[in-house]
Nanobody, 129 residues
Framework: QVQLVESGGGLVRDGGSLRLSCAAS????????MGWFRQAPGKEREFVAA?????????????NYGDSVKGRFTISRDNAENTVYLQMNSLKPEDTAVYYC?????????????????WGQGTQVTVSS
């Protein structure tokens, strides 16, 4: 059973930065594609970013970002620490949401939530104006 634990959320002012972490209790972490999603109150869960498992060659690169966060957020992974990160810069009030970490092994389309097998409990990010 894979467990994912997010941390790093909190309250930040408009224009500020946060770094989210997701620690995975799993063997062969490098073989999992990892993603970040978010859900704001009253809205559907949406794709934020994802990074593919290590070792492949991917058309278009190994990372993908939602349009609303491109150029502001960066996803990375540390396979030695079984951790994936989401660096969030230039935060805006509309980034306020619960952020979820997700993992899966076979994910042809990174934005497809249904293909992720494991989910964390989420961490709250609040951006004040």
């Amino acid at each position: 059973q894979v467990q994912l634990v997010e941390s790093g959320g909190g309250l930040v002012r408009d224009g500020g930065s946060l770094r989210l972490s997701c620690a995975a209790s799993v063997s062969a972490f490098s073989t999992y594609t990892m993603g970040w999603f978010r859900q704001a109150p009253g809205k559907e869960r949406e794709f934020v970013a994802a990074i593919r498992r290590t070792g492949g060659v991917y058309f278009g690169g190994s990372t993908n970002y939602g349009d609303s966060v491109k150029g502001r957020f960066t996803i990375s992974r540390d396979n030695a620490e079984n951790t994936v990160y989401l660096q969030m810069n230039s935060l805006k009030p509309e980034d306020t949401a619960v952020y979820y970490c997700a993992a899966g092994r076979t994910i042809p389309l990174l934005t497809d939530m249904a293909r992720y097998d494991y989910w964390g409990q989420g961490t709250q990010v609040t951006v004040s104006s």
